[in-house]
Every structure is written in C-alpha cells, then in structure tokens.
C-alpha cells in the first residue's frame, strides 16, 4: 500500500481517519496545518495527500495548487463540508483527484482511495512503458550505428592487419621491425575482436547450429585454458553428469560463452584458488534444462558492480571492451537460454547457464 500524508486541522477527524487508513495497510503521517502539511510533503513525498479545504492558515486549496506545482502526479484528494461545493468543483478544476464531504464515510474514503490508487498505477504504466520505449529506441539506434562502424572499420583492419602478419612472417626483417608488426598485428586482432563483439550483440552474425555434447564441449574449453589456468595456479574440478542429450547450438558460440566466463573467473582469482565446473540435467523442470555452473573462489562482486556486469560497455578491467558477458548473454538468448550470476565479496562468484534442450534437440 502507499504513503498517505493526511492534512487536517481538527485532531479527532486526524486520528480516526487515520486509524481507518491504517488498518487497510497504509503508512500514514498527519499534519495539523497546511503549512506543516507542505513540509512534510517536502520531506517525505508521498504519492497520496489527503487534505481539508477549509483550515486556518493556509487552506486546503493552497495545499493543493503547491503540490501539484512541486509534483503534478501526486494524488491530492480533498476533504470539504457539505456547503462548499463551489470549493470542491474548484479544487476539480486544479487537478486534484477526487473530494470526499464531511463527516467522512468509510465507503467513500475507500472508494476516492481505491481510484487514486488506480490512477497512480496507470501512471506508473505509462511511466514504464515510455521508458521503455525510449530505451528500445536507443538500443535499435545504438544497434544500427554499431553496425554500420564495424562494418567500415572491418575493410581497412583486414588490409592492414594482412600487411602486417605478411611484414611479421618475412625473414629478412630486422628484430625491432618484426616486434612493431607483431604489435600492429595483435592490435587489429583485438579491434576485429571488438567488432565481432558488436555485431554479436546487435544479432548481426547468424547462428550455426550443429549437434553436440555440452560435456565434451566445455572440456575442450578447459583444455584450451589449462596453460592460463595452471600458470596463475587455479586448480580445477569437475562435475559432469551422465545422461545429457546431445543439444542443437553454435559450437563456436556457445564455446565463446564458457571461455568467457572462465576468464573472468581466472581474473577474480589473481592469487590462485579453484574453478569448479558442474553439469546437471534437471529433467523435473518444464522444459528439461542443462544446468551449468561455474564457480570460483576469487574476491567476489560488490553488488553495485554486480547489477551492472551485463550492461554494455561496462568492465572493471583496464582490458577488454566490456562486451564479454553482454555478448554471453545475447548468445545465450537466441538460444533460448539464461545466465545468472551470484556473488559475495571476499567468498567468490558462481555464474549459472541454463541451456534448453527441449528448444534445441534436433528430431
């Protein structure tokens, strides 16, 4: 239920009002005056205002015209007697939301609420919806200039990135040359990187579908990792399960995904720890899913950092351009599929994917 600010000069109309508001759930403050009724408002900004026409002071008219000045969408509902209906057409006229004649009756108390309520939840609607739309207009425009950057930059890095692997392969380069084509070389490969990255992202580059086994796959992930892993002095343990079915996805991918994921965990694990690996096939669930967690035992992720790992262009690395695990995500969305990721600082992070076979299986 929401937040109630109810203005009243007359204290037993205060307490038994607010005793009924109460017991049907809401949080409610008084005021005794129109002036301590604004401070509070100020302070407290509650969706709804419940305030007498006529007090001492400043009136229930002017309550009303300050309210809506400092917040339009606030429902101010007005308490009148029963000869100031003038009063109560004009406080109409200055949007408040509904008035309510003394003495105050339960049903049509409980009926101005209820309409109130309504059209705050209308108004949280629209809210929402706008929003939304205004954020599907940013990523589609976001998307379609993307797209067209990669594809510029794409031309001139082949070019150069082939000059410069074909000036690092000659024998007759002297040391230093060969070291700046290797840096040219490697530069480009990390911009062709990126660019696959965002054509990924904006469902550019179409998917290749081929029946495997998830099993096997991430062990091939593991093993292309094993010289990284033992370096930094990450141990590893696994935990297939038997009886998963072959799927229909993107081997390469789907593949980028779990490399992903395990690099980030080798980044938390700076000082060495364990990266498990653990494969389900949790056939209760409708439809049968392929549950697969990756946990490590690195310094975990504060949650304001954690509410923002899936957003674009957001990394804590000084390396990468922060697509990783929004690319992952994408993937796995045109797979029909999830990732999640809970975390404790200082105990170590655990990202879940859940694969659907019964999406995927080839007939």
């Not at 009756?105 to 108004?123: D, F, I, M």
């Not at 660019?195 to 991430?218: A, F, Q, T």
């Amino acid at each position: 239920m929401s937040k109630i600010l109810l203005i009243d000069d007359e204290e037993p109309i205060r307490k038994i009002v607010g005793l009924y508001l109460r017991s049907h759930g809401y949080e409610v403050i008084t005021a005794e005056d129109g002036q301590r009724g604004i401070e509070l408002f100020q302070r407290e900004s509650p969706p709804i205002v419940l305030t007498d026409i006529k007090m001492p002071g400043m009136d229930g008219i002017e309550v009303l015209e300050r309210i809506k000045q400092m917040s339009p969408a606030t429902e101010v509902i007005v308490i009148t007697g029963h000869g100031d209906m003038d009063l109560a057409i004009q406080s109409l006229q200055l949007n408040a939301s509904d008035f309510i004649t003394k003495p105050v009756g339960n049903e049509a108390l409980s009926v101005a609420l209820r309409r109130a309520e309504e059209r705050l939840a209308t108004k949280r609607l629209l809210k929402a919806t706008h929003e939304y739309l205004r954020k599907a207009e940013k990523r589609i425009a976001i998307g379609e200039i993307s797209d067209k950057i990669a594809h510029e930059i794409r031309t001139p890095l082949t070019v150069i990135g082939g000059f410069a692997r074909r000036l690092r392969n000659k024998a007759s380069m002297r040391l230093s040359e060969e070291k700046y084509a290797g840096i040219i070389a490697n530069e480009v490969a990390r911009l062709e990187s990126l660019i696959n990255d965002i054509l990924l992202y904006s469902g550019e580059i179409p998917l290749e579908k081929k029946e495997l086994n998830v099993n096997k796959l991430i062990s091939e992930v593991l093993l292309l990792l094993d010289k990284d892993l033992t370096q930094k002095g990450i141990s590893v343990s696994t935990s297939f399960a038997e009886g998963i079915p072959l799927i229909c996805v993107d081997r390469r991918k789907l593949g980028e995904v779990f490399i992903n994921i395990i690099i980030n965990a080798m980044h938390a694990m700076e000082k060495g720890g364990n990266l498990g690996v653990q494969t389900e096939y949790v056939q209760e669930k409708v439809p049968k899913t392929i549950k697969i967690a990756i946990s490590d035992t690195g310094k975990g992720i504060p949650g304001d950092v954690l509410e923002k790992v899936f957003d674009p262009f957001f990394s804590t690395k000084t390396a990468g351009s922060g697509l990783g695990l929004t690319v992952a995500r994408e993937i796995l969305k045109r797979h029909n599929s999830t990732i999640g990721i809970r975390s404790e600082v200082g105990k170590g992070t655990t990202v879940t994917v859940e694969l659907s076979p019964e999406f995927c299986v080839l007939p």
